[in-house]
Every structure is written in structure tokens, then in C-alpha cells.
């Protein structure tokens, strides 16, 4: 595994954002990236996704395809529909448990 200091990944994280995107700029997994965060007890950036989500949810009101969201995002369909579904929920006040 990388050596990457609590600091240094810290830093990264500001900069990169994703596990994927430091993993790919030191060579490893992002999982790898995830282990190590884990080990230090650095928190994932999660401010990040709510604004993401909330666009996607806002997107997709607006009548744009499910696919052409998750092209944008560069996420799989899938994932884009349980966002959807989650945020389209949580408005509704039937949150899942």
C-alpha cells in the first residue's frame, strides 16, 4: 500500500475529493484510499454528495432522463435512480428506514 501520511491524505482529499481520484494519482484502489482513511478516522467529504443528490433529484423533475443524469454525474444508472428515489422520498416524508 501507498505511504501517505494522516496530513497528506487529509490535503489530498481537499484537492481530490474522491478515494477514486487519489487512488488513481498514487497508483492504488480507491478501497486502498478507504483503508487508509478508515485507519486515520478521517471522515469522507459528504457535504459534497448532498448538493450532488439534491441537483440530481432537481434534474430529474425537470424531465431529464435517468441516463443522461447518470452520464453527467458519472454514475450508473442505478445508483442515480436510488439517489432519485431516496431524495424524492425524504421530500415526502415517507423516508426509508
Known sequence: MA???KSQLE???KKYKTDAAIGELFGITRQAVHQLRTKYGIDPVAQKHAARNQEIVTLF???TSGTKIA???KLSVSQTYRI???GTAAK???KKK
Open 61 to 63: 423533475k425537470n424531465g
Open 3 to 5: 505511504r501517505i501520511s
Open 92 to 94: 415526502k416524508g415517507t
Open 84 to 86: 432519485i428515489n431516496d
Open 11 to 13: 490535503k489530498l482529499q
Open 71 to 73: 452520464d453527467k454525474y
